[in-house]
């Protein structure tokens, strides 16, 4: 579950609910996708509170008054509201089946049950096949959340069958005013790195992630001898418990350093600029192979992942591969 929030920027995907509510027919079935760490979760909360209070807001964002309802909804609590939360690594038919059999039942508390289901983009085939048949007939007075970063993933006969809001990032300005809301410190750099990701930001942040790109960064100065300190910095402190934000941060600067060599340039990386113009310089008339080098790195690193080999390794690839023959 995303932290909560205040979400700023999605003032036209909330109208888009306060206005489904204020008809008082609520589809039954909602995508919310995009990005992951942007708000999504934090909004669908929002929804279920007001599905569950029965109530319009008066105003232009999703609340609710009802500080009791709220509380248990936030607790996981509330005899009407039900979780599925999902991963590639424990997806449950059982649990699925189980939930789906609960919302044919009459609420509880409330005129609505709510189901969110979590990380939709990874349920296997046989949970979206027991959420389809739901969906064809689907059970009165219940509205499903489903939340997704990746919409290309569920079935196109679930999609048909859904309503659909797609969440853009924030932009770095709001990212770093929520930061600020929440008083986290350096929420300026944390917002120029989170990618409009606020719970990425957030794991920066719990992590020494400014720390870490930093570091990651002076790894790609054009001296060789540089990255084989910040491979032993990172093998020496165990950081590769924090794979996700060592590769995003050599993804980053893979990308920056692959726009520099097509001439692009944006002056609010200055500070990757300056570590990584000796090596464009010196690569720019190779920049076709240079290019094809960074996509290998990057696919292979993904692939290395998913294979669950060593972390520590994946990394020593990536630094060599790019430093291959540049020496």
């Not at 008066?58 to 599925?84: A, I, Y």
């Not at 990746?150 to 990212?175: D, H, M, Q």
């Not at 941060?249 to 002056?267: H, N, P, Q, T, W």
């Amino acid at each position: 579950m995303e932290r909560a929030h205040k979400i700023l920027g999605y003032e036209k995907e909330e109208s888009v609910l306060i206005r489904a509510l204020s008809s008082g027919k609520v589809f039954p079935t909602w995508i919310f996708y995009g990005p992951s760490g942007i708000g999504k979760a934090s909004i669908a909360i929002k929804f279920a509170k007001c599905l569950l209070a029965g109530t319009v807001p008066s105003g232009n964002t999703l609340d609710t008054d009802n500080v009791e309802l709220s509380k248990t909804v936030d607790m996981r609590t509330h005899p009407d509201f039900f979780v599925l939360e999902q991963t590639e690594e424990s997806v449950s038919i059982e649990d699925t089946r189980k939930l789906l059999m609960k919302v044919r039942k009459s609420p509880a508390l409330s005129q609505r049950r709510v189901v969110l289901l979590e990380n939709s983009s990874g349920l296997n085939k046989n949970i979206y096949n027991s959420l389809l048949k739901i969906l064809e007939e689907p059970p009165r007075n219940t509205v499903m959340i489903m939340i997704c970063d990746n919409i290309g993933t569920i079935p196109k006969t679930l999609l048909s069958r859904a309503a659909k809001i797609f969440f853009r990032p924030p932009n770095e300005a709001s990212v770093k005013q929520i930061l600020d809301n929440m008083n986290v410190p350096d929420s300026a750099r944390l917002a120029q790195l989170s990618g409009g990701s606020v719970g990425y930001a957030l794991r920066l942040s719990q992590n020494n992630g400014i720390e870490i790109y930093e570091n990651i960064l002076k790894g790609f100065y054009c001296d060789g001898s540089v990255y084989r300190k910040t491979l032993k910095w990172i093998i020496d402190n165990n950081l590769c418990e924090n794979f996700a934000i060592i590769k995003s941060s050599i993804f980053r600067i893979l990308k920056i350093y692959a726009d520099m060599l097509c001439g692009v340039v944006d002056e609010k990386f200055a500070e990757e600029i300056k570590i990584l113009e000796p090596i464009v310089s010196a690569h720019r008339e190779y920049a076709d192979h240079e290019i094809e080098k960074i996509q290998e790195i990057i696919y292979m690193t993904e692939l290395h992942n998913h294979l669950i080999l060593d972390k520590n390794a994946v990394i020593v690839n990536a630094f060599e591969r790019f430093f291959e023959n540049k020496e």
